[in-house]
Nanobody
Framework: VQLQASGGGFVQPGDRLTLSCTAS????????IAWFRQAPGKERWWLAS????????YYSNSVRGRFSISRDSAKNTVYLQMNSLKPEDTAVYFC??????????????????????WGQGTQVTVSS
């Protein structure tokens, strides 16, 4: 069971970037997948989650309308499309999976403790 995050890079303010989170050992369709980020010296911050099956997507107020989470079950991958990037979006971005269905039972998608499997992180730097 593994998650592999990729797609990070160095971009300019206003650019668009799409991150990928590819799973192995389980199907992303059957479990909630989330994206978090962590800037230097700060706590890990929840951005968005996509629930198991087609139960919905959830966003932090800080990125709603600018970021979009989606899933491609055929590729076993969850994406985070990030538009209009700002310097304050600079961070290491992590994807995480809830393989215990805790998010499903609690309805809590934003706390890191709800997820038991994490990818290694991918760096996003937004700078002119």
């Amino acid at each position: 069971v593994q998650l592999q995050a990729s797609g990070g890079g160095f971009v300019q303010p206003g650019d668009r970037l799409t991150l990928s989170c590819t799973a192995s050992g389980f199907s992303v369709r059957n479990y909630a997948i989330a994206w978090f980020r962590q800037a230097p010296g700060k706590e890990r911050w929840w951005l968005a989650s996509i629930a198991r099956d087609s139960l919905g997507e959830y966003y932090s107020n800080s990125v709603r309308g600018r970021f979009s989470i989606s899933r491609d079950s055929a590729k076993n991958t969850v994406y985070l499309q990030m538009n209009s990037l700002k310097p304050e979006d600079t961070a290491v971005y992590f994807c995480a999976a809830d393989l215990t269905l805790l998010t499903y039972s609690t309805g809590n998608y934003y706390q890191p403790g709800q997820y038991n499997t994490w990818g290694q992180g991918t760096q996003v730097t937004v700078s002119s």
